[in-house]
């Protein structure tokens, strides 16, 4: 039985999951006073270059987090943006 892809799975959801906090309390409160700019900028750059990389390699865990992870915090960035 062949436990890597499960796993990969399971460490995607949870740690793309622990954006979710965040961003429904942005959604909620349009407060982005505390929230870096370019923190944001540059985490979602990188996300975006790893779902890419997954993309590339095929890797299903990967791109799950990554697509996860890019939709979540884009959010962010985008109210950020938006908002100020």
């Known amino acids: 039985m062949n436990l890597v892809e499960p796993l990969g799975f399971v460490a995607a959801t949870l740690t793309s999951l622990a954006f ?8 909620r409160t349009r407060d982005t006073a505390g929230i870096s700019l370019w923190t944001y900028l540059l985490f979602c750059t990188g996300v975006a ?3 890419a990389y997954g993309l590339l390699r095929a ?4 791109i799950f987090a ?3 992870t890019l939709a979540l ?3 962010v960035l985008a109210l950020k943006i938006r908002n100020g």
């Open 20 to 27: 979710l906090p965040q961003v429904v309390r942005t959604i």
């Open 49 to 51: 270059l790893w779902l």
């Open 59 to 62: 890797d299903l865990p990967v």
């Open 66 to 68: 990554n697509g996860l």
């Open 73 to 75: 915090s884009g959010t």
